[in-house]
């Protein structure tokens, strides 16, 4: 009897399986197309140097479980872009204590579709569409900040607490603001390990000599300093000497990234008053309503993916970023199958078209207020075929063309059909 | 002899009576006990269901023992005023441990008053399988596994079918059953109760899958087990018809027919929910067409109304295995099994 307990303990771990506690996974995606780019089809970069890489994220940024920021200063919270409390309470298993705080957020609320390593193939992205986002290219749609800068802490914070409608991202403004702030910060983290490997394998692909130490340790930089020594005293041939050491991965590939996240809030896009002649009621209304519809078809060139109609029936067979980065760049063709299926294997979702909103339906999903359809046509979205603002545009032509959008769901067209008695006799 | 010692005679000889009344005729105390045991269990099973829904798993990091107390001593001012993962997680425990004792009392009721060893063995089961249950929960948190919640989460609704299923077998209607010529149901008529259960379990299987899925899974296996609940939620519900269809023309007991026709409506009622669940959780698939309604709908995460849903989900399903386990077991009594044609022949030792 006194190894019943163990016995069944035993029994049980074996038919459901233990489960080990979860790591960040590889970008396989990026490497295989840097090694495709680089080193041509059957070669490959030494595992050595990818061991590096991770060697060096593992150092820097820690496990999923304890996860870690370099630079952060214990003394001065203000001046960190995420707080280590932040971290702590989004990462790892979920759990609560008894006074409530609420531990592993992340993988209570948003592993299931952006996956551990914020890849955006969590266990259901699969089915999703469209696919949830992978933070690790580091572009963020909806945000008041123009195209290739990072969102505000406030764009994040609102996406998180608003969803985004019509798809699988949902509202979480029943969690307090504490919660969502972790939340927040640890999508910040992801996005910046992420960015930083992607940013690695490219410096690698750059060189990929096989005999270069990538990232050495202290202890390995002192050894190559003495084998160099060694070398040029017996007149042998130098070895190289290691490219990187940790610290110089965080000052020149990790700290600019945080400065420009901390910058996001100074380039926030300015939005101006809407103009008078645009209130309801105004005589000069219509008007600036028809210059809208002009720009539509004509400088605005929106009439090219969103159609003739603003159906969203343009262009229809574009992809968002996230694919073109890996397909476009490669030259593969979706209908190659073989190659698709190889790089879904790695990771990858796969291709699916990206269609223009339909803009008679009145639902727009980074957000509906005007100030947001203006910063759709100002900034343009990031990671999508949707363009910035030519710079010709004024902001009065701006605030025509939301209006003009923003009546669409409001044309005879847009409504439902009523029916008609199309079998009615006529009288004789 | 005086009076005392004739009332304790008589008293002893009216005990006797009853007791060997129970025991020939309808074990009445084991049905309670089993009634009882089914009507706690589906609370359990409601709560560890908003348990899962809500991620309160871990709320409590110890057990037996809840944040060091006994479980049983654990201040009810703290626990009620308490945060909401400790309420429903500490109140999962304390049904889970309720059921436990409803479970210890049938088998006492059972060894006592029951006459078939059969469903004394049937108590004892389920004894076993609540200490067993109760264990799971406890390895879940110890080891902080959701694979165990996954076992945990099967486990539950076989016992909750298991419960009833005793509760049917000492039921009057069991004990009086009828004679041969007068069992008018074909034996593939009753076979489709056990497809019933058998999909529907498998349903739970797979339901269990997607709620404790593994987060580093594949997403191509998530989505293969999405496509098979959607594709066996309608395979059960298709046979449910199948068996109110095939029992319009046989003359039962009103109350079966009634239970079946039960059974169809929270089948229907279950497509509802998993297409709701699917709702509240991932939102209007676009291929279900483009109105501004559906294309304004936006997940509403941790919401009361996203976790009843959910949890209505889950526990319909395990009614589902409830009432498939009753009508398959009341059925039985009205099948005529010697009915059975069989290429080899005849099965031995039943009747013609």
Sequence with gaps: MRYTGSLLLTLIVCVAGCTPPPEFRQNAVEVKKLELQTLGEEEQFAAGQLEDIGSFLTAAFGTPDEPDFPGLVEDDPEVNLVTQEHLVSAAGPVASLEDGEAQGLYREHCVHCHGISGDGSGPTSAFLNPYPRDFRLGKFKYKSTPLNVPPTQEDLRRILKNGIPNTAMPSFRRLPDEEIDALVDYVKYLTIRGRTERDLLSILAEDPDPALDFIASEEQFEAADEAIEAAVESGDEEPYPPLFGPNDVVDEVVFPQVDQWFEAVDSMTEVPQRPVELSPGHPDRDMWIARGKDLFFSTGACVQCHGKLALGDGQVDDYDDWTKDWMKTLGIDPAETERINEFVGLGAMPPRNLIPRNLRLGNYRGGSRPVDLYLRIKNGIEGTPMPAAAVSLTSDDIWSLVEYVRQLPNESLSQPAVQQPVNERAPR | ?352
């Excluded at chain 2, 425990?93 to 004792?101: D, E, P």
């Excluded at chain 2, 059969?118 to 399988?129: M, R, Y």
């Excluded at chain 2, 067993?132 to 909750?160: E, M």
């Excluded at chain 2, 698939?285 to 309604?293: A, L």
Aim: net charge positive; with cysteine.
């Design chain 2, 1 to 352: 002899m005086d009076w005392k010692d004739t009332s304790r005679i008589l008293r002893a000889d009216t005990r006797m009576t009853s007791l060997s009344d129970l025991k020939t005729e309808h074990p009445k105390w084991v049905h309670r006990c089993a009634i009882l045991l089914a009507c706690t269990t589906f609370p359990l099973i409601w709560v560890g269901g908003l348990v899962t829904t809500y991620d309160a798993g871990m709320a409590v990091p110890d057990w037996p023992n809840t944040y060091g107390y006994n479980m049983f001593l654990y201040p009810p001012t703290t626990w009620l005023s308490g945060p909401w993962d400790l309420l429903i997680e500490h109140g999962h425990r304390l049904l889970g441990s309720l059921a436990g004792l409803v479970a210890i009392g049938l088998v006492c009721v059972a060894l006592k008053f029951e006459r078939r060893r059969w469903v004394k063995a049937l108590c004892l089961l389920a004894l076993g399988l609540v200490i067993a249950q109760g264990t799971l929960g406890g390895i879940r948190v110890l080891a902080a596994d959701r694979a165990i919640a996954k076992v945990h989460g099967c486990v539950g609704p076989a016992f909750f079918g298991l419960s009833v299923c005793i509760m049917v077998v000492t039921s009057r209607g069991w004990v009086r059953r009828l004679p041969l010529d007068q069992r008018n149901l074909k034996p593939a008529t009753w076979a489709l109760t056990l497809v019933i259960l058998g999909l529907a379990y498998a349903q739970l299987v797979l339901g269990a899958n997607l709620r404790h899925i593994n987060l580093e899974s594949d997403p191509f296996v998530f989505r293969a087990i999405v496509l098979f609940h959607v594709i066996g939620a309608f395979a059960v519900w298709f046979h449910g018809l199948l068996l109110r269809r095939r029992l319009r023309r046989v003359s039962l007991p009103q109350g079966l027919k009634r239970a079946v026709a039960l059974l169809t409506l929270v089948l229907t009622l279950q497509l509802g929910l998993g297409l709701g669940t699917w709702v509240v959780k991932w939102g209007w698939p676009m291929t279900w067409g483009q109105t501004s309604w559906l294309t304004g709908w936006v997940v509403p995460a941790k919401s009361m109304f996203q976790a009843n849903v959910v949890t209505f989900h889950v526990a319909t399903g395990s009614l589902i295995i409830a009432l498939s386990v009753w009508v398959c077991f009341r059925l039985a009594r009205v099948t005529n099994f010697s009915r059975i044609s069989l290429p080899f022949g005849r099965i031995k030792g039943v009747p013609a």
